[in-house]
C-alpha cells in the first residue's frame, strides 16, 4: 500500500516523525480498501444476481444473517486500535515531546504575513531579540524587531529562506502578523497553522540535506527542485505563491550560512539611530 | 386548510408567488436551487479554466473579467468562495430541505399542508433576499466575498466583499430556521391517523433529523456572522487579536479577540451542515431502492437508530476541522474517538442500503440508476473521510485537494446524484407525467464519469500535499510537480459534466407537455404520498386524509399477488 | 529615472499674468547612513533579475551631496487643469520606477508589470479609495485614479515586501522630485507668492522643509538643504 501511495503521489519521507504518520495514512487506506473492496463486490454481484429481469420476484426477507453486525463491529475494534495505538501516541508527541528552549535544540520563529515567510533566528546568544508591530517596516525592519533590547544584536532575519542543519530537532514557533497561515513542508509531513495573536510550536527532524535530497530526486519529475514551504491555508490572494524555500544543510553547511549571514548583518547593520533621535 | 373551498378565486400573485401551498413553496425551493446549482456549477467551470490552464485569457466569459480575460487570483478566490456559498447554502440545502423536505413530508406522513404555511412562505422568500444580496455581491463596488465559503478571520476581517455575503447568510440562515420549525412541527402534530412514528418512511425520518440539526446548530453561526459583520462595520474585535500588522501598518482595531473563536462557532454549524447535506440524500435513496428492489429497507429500525445517533453525534465532532490549529493531545483525543464513532452509524447505514439489494427483483429505471451510484459514491466520500479523522494522518492531507475529493464525492455524486433520483422519481407525482426515460439515462451515465474524473485525480493531488485554493493550481509548487497534468483532465471533465447536464434541463421542460402521462402510482410504491392525486390537490393534497395500516416498506408480502401494499391497505383487506 | 512630471507641459500660458520657473538643487549634510542591500532570494524571479547587488531607495545621496528622490512642490498653488496624459509607475526588476511619484487628482496613474512575477500592488491613500489586486506576469498593464489631492502615502507590493514606492496626489501640476543629481524644475508657474515645500521620506512627515518664493518673470533659483538630525 505505501507503495502504491508513493505511486500515486504521496511524496518521499524525510523526516523522523514521519514514518508513523504515513503509517496511519497506509493502515487508513487498507481499512478503506478492504471495505470499499468488499462493499463493491458484494453490490456487484447483488445487481447482477437480482436483476428484475432474472429474479421477477423479490424475497420479502432479503438477508436474514447478521453477519453484517459482526463486521461492523469489527470495523469500529479497528477503528479503535488505529485510534488508541497509533493516531492519539503520534499527536500527543507531536503536542507533547517540543524541546525546551536552549535544550541543544534547533529554535527559530516564524512570523508569517500576507505573502512571505519571515525567519527569526536568535543568533549565537540564543536569546530572541523584542520584536513590537510599532516597529515594523517592511522594508528594512519587516518583524519589527527591536535591535537595542537584550540579545537581538546578532539575531538574523530572513524572508522566504529557512536554513536548518540535518539530524537536529528543529523546534520552529509559529506565528502570523496579520492572518492565519499554515505552515506546510510537504516531504517532513509537517503542516501547521500560524495563527496572529498565539505563537504555537512545531518541531522535527530532517534525515537528509537538501543536496541529498536533490540526489534522490534525479529522474523523477522534481528532478532539480528544491524543498519548499508551502502555505495551505487561504491568506489572501498571494495565497498561491506564498512559497517558502527550505534549505537542510549538513552541519559544515550549515555553520558556514551562519557565517555569510554574520556578515551580512555587519555589512547592512544600522550605523545611526534615525528613528529616536531628538529634534 | 380551513380556506380549501376558496381556493379557485386566488390570485395569480396569491397562487404562485405569494402561495402559502407548502407545493408550490416546494417548487419555488426547487426551481430556484436548481438554477443556484447551474450558476455555482458555472463559477466552478470558470475556475478549472485557471487551473487547467495558468493565466490564459478565459473564453466566452473573458469579456466579464476584465484584464485580457484573464481570472485574476482576487476573482479566483471570489468564485471559490462563492462556489462553495452558493451550493451549500443556496443550493443542496434549499433543495434537500426547501425542495423536497415541503414538499413530500407533508405529503408521505398524510398531512394537507406544513403546520405554519406563512411560516413556509416566510422561509422561501428569506432564503430568496439572501439568494439576491449573494448575486448582488458580484456587482458591488468591492466585489463578492473572497475569504473562502468558511470566512476564516482576521482575513474575512479584513478583505473586500465580504460584508454583503455576512448579511446574505444572516437572511439565509433565518429561512433555514423558519423552515426547520416547520418541519419538526409538522412531522410532530400532522401524522396521518395510525401514522406512528416506526411506520414512518425513513425520508421523513432524514427530514425530521435534518431539522433538528439546522434549528439547532445555525444559531451559533448567525451569532457569529452577526459578530464578525460587527467587526467589520462597527469597529469591534471579537475575532481580532491585538497587534496586528496589515500590508506594513498597524491596524487599528481594538484587538483582544480570537481568530479561533470564528472556527469553533463556525464548525459547530458546518459539521452538522455536512450532515444535511447527505441526510435528505440517504432518506430519498431508501425510498427509492425499496421502491426499485421491490423490497422493505433492510434493517429499518437499526436506520432510524444509526440516523438519530448520528445526528446526535454530528454536533460533537467539529473541532476535526481544526486539528492544526495547535490544538491540544486531549482535545484532539476527544474529537478523533467522536469523529470515528461516527463514522459506524454511516457504515451501518450504507450497509442496510446494500444489503436491501440481496433477494430484490431490481428495475434499473433512471431514478435507479442515481440511488445506486449513490451507494459506491458516498462510499468513496465517506471512506476518505477517515484518514482525515485520524489527527495524525490529517497532519499531512490537511486543506489539500484530498480534502476537496472527500467531501464533494460525498456531496456530488453523492447528495446530487440522490437529489437527482428524487426528482426523477418524484417527478410524477408533481407534474402527472413521466420524465423520459432515454434522455434520463443519457444523463445519468455522463454524469457518473464525468464526476469521477472530476474529483478522483484530486485525491492524487491531495497525496503529493497539494494545498486546496491554489490560484495556479500548484503550478508555482515542486511537490506539486508530479500532478499537474491532472489539472486539465479535471477541467475537461468538468466542462464535459457540464454539458451531460443538458439532457436533464431538456428533460424537465420536454416532458412537462410530452411526457408519458401516469396515474397516482407509477412506481408501484407503498408510501402515502402516492395515494394523493398528481399533482396533489391545492392546499389539501388529498381526497381524504389517509388512513395507515401499515409499515412504510410492504413489497412483495408472500402470497400476494401485487408486489406492493399502500400503507392505506387495512391489515386484513 | 523620470525626473519631471509629464504635467508640466499643460500648463497655461494662456492667462493675462506671467508664468515663471523654479529651479533648484537638494543637497544633504552630513553623514549618510549606511546603503541597505536588498535581497531578492525570497523571489528567484526578483533575484534573476539583477545581475548587481541592489540597494535600498530611500536614501539617494550622492559624494557631493545631491539628494535625489525629494519631492518638492508648492503648496498653496491651483489649477483647474488635469493632464490627459497619464503617469505610469513600473515594477520592473521588482523594484517600483519610479521611487518617488506625484500626480494630480484625476489624472490617471497607469500600472505597469514589465516583470515575470505576479506583483500585489497595494495603495494606502488615507483620503482617496484604497487599491489593492494582483498583478500576475501576464497582466502588463493597469490604471488607478485618485480623486482629491492628499498628501504622500505608500504604494507598496504585497507579495515583496521590499517593494515601497511614494505617491502625492495634487491638485496643481506644480511639482517635481529631485533626480540623481539633487536637481529639481517646476516651469510655468503663475506669478504671485508661494510656499515650497521638500520632503523625503527618510526625514518622514515632520521634517518637511519649506521656504517662501515669489514667482514672477523669471526662473527663480531655490535650494533646500537637509542636514543629518543631531543627538540629544
Keep these: ?279 | 386548510m380551513d380556506n380549501n373551498h376558496h381556493h379557485q378565486e386566488e390570485s395569480f400573485w396569491r397562487k404562485y408567488i405569494f402561495s402559502v401551498d407548502h407545493k408550490i413553496i416546494g417548487l419555488q425551493y426547487g426551481v430556484t436551487s436548481l438554477l443556484f446549482l447551474l450558476f455555482g456549477f458555472c463559477l466552478m467551470m470558470v475556475m478549472r479554466w485557471q487551473l487547467a490552464y495558468p493565466e490564459e485569457a478565459v473564453p466566452i466569459v473573458g469579456k466579464l473579467l476584465g484584464d485580457g480575460g484573464i481570472l485574476l487570483p482576487e476573482i479566483y478566490n471570489s468564485l471559490g468562495a462563492m462556489h462553495g456559498t452558493i451550493m451549500i447554502f443556496l443550493g443542496i440545502v434549499p433543495l434537500a430541505v426547501g425542495a423536497f423536505g415541503n414538499y413530500f413530508v407533508p405529503l408521505q406522513i398524510g398531512a394537507p399542508d406544513m403546520a405554519f404555511p406563512k411560516l413556509n412562505m416566510a422561509s422561501y422568500w428569506s432564503y430568496f433576499i439572501g439568494g439576491v444580496i449573494m448575486i448582488a455581491s458580484f456587482f458591488s463596488p468591492e466585489g463578492a466575498a473572497r475569504s473562502g465559503w468558511t470566512s476564516y478571520p482576521p482575513l474575512a476581517d479584513i478583505e473586500t466583499g465580504q460584508t454583503m455575503w455576512l448579511i446574505g447568510m444572516v437572511f439565509l440562515i433565518t429561512s433555514s430556521l423558519l423552515g426547520s420549525i416547520n418541519i419538526i412541527t409538522t412531522v410532530v402534530q400532522l401524522r396521518a391517523p395510525g401514522l406512528t412514528w416506526m411506520r414512518l418512511p425513513f425520508f421523513v425520518w432524514s427530514q425530521f433529523i435534518t431539522a433538528f440539526l439546522l434549528v439547532m446548530a445555525f444559531p451559533p453561526l448567525e451569532a457569529a456572522a452577526v459578530l464578525q459583520l460587527m467587526d467589520r462595520v462597527v469597529g469591534t474585535s471579537f475575532f481580532l487579536p491585538s497587534g496586528l500588522v496589515v500590508s506594513g501598518e498597524v491596524l487599528n482595531v481594538s484587538g483582544g479577540g480570537s481568530p479561533l473563536l470564528w472556527q469553533h462557532l463556525f464548525w459547530f454549524l458546518a459539521h452538522p451542515e455536512v450532515y444535511v447535506l447527505i441526510l435528505p440524500g440517504m432518506g430519498i435513496v431508501a425510498e427509492v431502492l425499496a421502491n426499485n428492489s421491490r423490497k422493505p429497507l433492510w434493517g429499518y429500525k437499526s436506520l432510524v437508530y444509526s440516523i438519530t445517533f448520528l445526528g446526535f453525534m454530528s454536533f460533537i465532532v467539529w473541532a476535526h476541522h481544526m486539528f492544526i490549529t495547535g490544538m491540544g493531545s486531549t482535545m484532539s483525543s476527544f474529537f478523533q474517538t467522536t469523529t470515528m464513532i461516527i463514522s459506524i452509524p454511516s457504515i451501518i447505514i450504507l450497509s442496510a442500503f446494500f444489503i436491501t439489494l440481496w433477494g430484490g427483483s431490481i428495475r434499473f429505471n433512471t431514478p435507479m440508476l442515481f440511488a445506486l451510484a449513490f451507494l459506491p459514491m458516498f462510499g468513496i466520500g465517506g471512506l476518505t473521510g477517515l484518514p482525515l479523522g485520524f489527527a495524525a494522518a490529517d497532519i499531512h492531507l490537511h486543506d489539500t485537494y484530498y480534502v476537496i475529493a472527500h467531501f464533494h464525492y460525498v456531496v456530488a455524486p453523492g447528495t446530487i446524484f440522490a437529489m437527482f433520483a428524487g426528482i426523477y422519481y418524484w417527478y410524477p407525482k408533481m407534474t402527472g407525467r413521466k420524465m423520459s426515460d432515454l434522455l434520463g439515462k443519457l444523463h445519468f451515465w455522463p454524469s457518473l464519469i464525468f464526476m469521477n474524473g472530476v474529483f478522483m485525480p484530486m485525491f492524487i493531488q491531495g497525496l503529493a500535499g497539494v494545498s486546496r485554493r491554489l490560484w495556479d493550481g500548484g503550478l508555482q509548487y515542486a511537490h506539486a510537480s508530479g500532478t499537474l497534468q491532472w489539472n486539465e483532465f479535471m477541467s475537461i471533465s468538468a466542462w464535459l459534466l457540464g454539458l451531460a447536464q443538458i439532457p436533464f434541463i431538456i428533460n424537465i421542460f420536454y416532458s412537462m407537455k410530452n411526457g408519458e402521462k401516469v396515474d397516482r402510482n407509477p412506481w408501484g410504491s407503498t408510501t402515502l404520498e402516492w395515494v394523493a392525486p398528481s399533482p396533489p390537490l391545492p392546499h389539501v393534497n388529498f381526497d381524504s386524509i389517509p388512513e395507515v395500516h401499515r409499515d412504510p416498506y410492504e413489497y412483495s408480502i408472500p402470497g400476494r399477488k401485487r408486489d406492493f401494499t399502500p400503507q392505506t391497505e387495512p391489515k386484513k383487506g | 529615472m523620470r525626473i519631471f512630471n509629464s504635467a508640466l507641459v499643460i500648463i497655461g500660458l494662456a492667462s493675462s499674468s506671467f508664468a515663471g520657473d523654479l529651479t533648484g538643487t537638494v543637497t544633504y549634510d552630513g553623514k549618510a547612513p549606511k546603503k541597505k542591500m536588498l535581497r531578492m532570494d525570497s523571489d528567484p524571479i526578483c533575484g534573476a533579475a539583477h545581475k548587481d547587488a541592489v540597494y535600498t531607495e530611500s536614501f539617494i545621496v550622492d559624494e557631493n551631496g545631491n539628494f535625489a528622490n525629494v519631492f518638492v512642490y508648492l503648496k498653496n498653488a491651483k489649477s483647474d487643469s488635469v493632464p490627459s496624459e497619464a503617469a505610469v509607475i513600473d515594477q520592473n526588476g521588482c523594484m517600483y520606477s519610479p521611487h518617488v511619484l506625484g500626480v494630480q487628482a484625476g489624472q490617471e496613474l497607469k500600472i505597469l508589470n514589465s516583470d515575470q512575477t505576479m506583483h500585489n500592488i497595494h495603495g494606502l491613500p488615507k483620503v482617496n479609495k484604497q487599491f489593492n489586486f494582483g498583478m500576475p506576469k501576464t497582466v502588463k498593464e493597469k490604471t488607478v485614479t485618485f480623486k482629491k489631492p492628499e498628501d504622500v502615502f505608500v504604494v507598496k507590493c504585497d507579495v515583496h515586501p521590499w517593494m515601497k514606492s511614494y505617491v502625492q496626489v495634487f491638485d496643481h501640476p506644480y511639482f517635481a522630485v529631485t533626480g540623481l543629481d539633487g536637481k529639481f524644475t517646476i516651469s510655468g508657474i503663475p506669478d504671485g507668492e508661494y510656499e515650497v515645500v521638500a520632503w523625503q521620506e527618510k526625514f518622514g512627515s515632520k521634517r518637511i522643509m519649506t521656504q517662501s518664493v515669489s514667482i514672477g518673470k523669471d526662473t527663480q533659483t531655490l535650494n533646500f538643504t537637509f542636514s543629518r538630525p543631531k543627538k540629544k
Design chain 1, 1 to 279: 500500500m505505501a507503495e502504491i501511495l508513493h505511486y500515486l503521489g504521496l511524496p518521499i519521507n524525510m523526516s523522523v516523525d514521519g514514518p508513523a504518520i504515513d503509517e496511519v495514512i497506509v493502515l487508513t487506506h487498507w481499512l478503506m480498501l478492504v471495505l470499499f473492496v468488499g462493499w463493491g463486490a458484494f453490490f456487484i454481484i447483488s445487481l447482477v444476481k437480482f436483476r428484475s429481469s432474472k429474479n421477477a420476484n423479490a424475497d420479502y426477507d432479503g438477508v436474514k444473517s447478521h453477519i453484517s453486525s459482526v463486521l461492523e463491529v469489527v470495523i469500529a475494534v479497528i477503528e479503535i486500535v488505529l485510534l488508541v495505538g497509533f493516531a492519539m501516541p503520534i499527536w500527543a508527541s507531536r503536542i507533547s515531546d517540543v524541546p525546551e528552549a536552549n535544550s541543544g535544540a534547533f529554535h527559530a520563529r516564524i512570523i508569517a504575513q500576507q505573502f512571505a515567510w519571515n525567519f527569526h533566528y536568535p543568533g549565537d546568544d540564543g536569546i530572541f531579540g523584542q520584536t513590537s508591530p510599532n516597529l515594523v517596516d517592511e522594508m528594512e525592519n519587516p518583524i519589527g524587531l527591536n535591535r537595542s533590547s537584550e540579545g537581538a544584536a546578532d539575531d538574523i532575519v530572513t524572508l522566504n529562506q529557512l536554513h536548518i542543519p540535518v539530524n537536529t530537532r528543529i523546534r520552529l514557533d509559529l506565528t502570523s502578523k496579520d492572518v492565519i497561515h499554515s505552515f506546510s513542508l510537504p516531504e517532513l509531513r509537517v503542516k501547521q497553522d500560524a495563527i496572529p495573536g498565539m505563537k504555537i510550536p512545531v518541531h522535527f527532524e530532517a534525515t537528509m540535506t537538501s543536496e541529498e535530497f536533490l540526489a534522490e530526486m534525479v529522474g523523477t519529475s522534481r528532478e532539480g527542485k528544491g524543498l519548499e514551504i508551502a502555505c495551505a491555508q487561504l491568506c489572501g490572494l498571494g495565497h498561491y505563491r506564498m512559497r517558502g524555500f527550505l534549505t537542510v544543510h549538513d552541519d559544515e553547511g550549515y555553520q558556514a550560512w551562519l557565517e555569510e549571514e554574520k556578515l551580512y548583518l555587519e555589512e547592512n547593520s544600522d550605523d545611526d539611530d534615525w528613528g529616536d533621535d531628538d529634534w
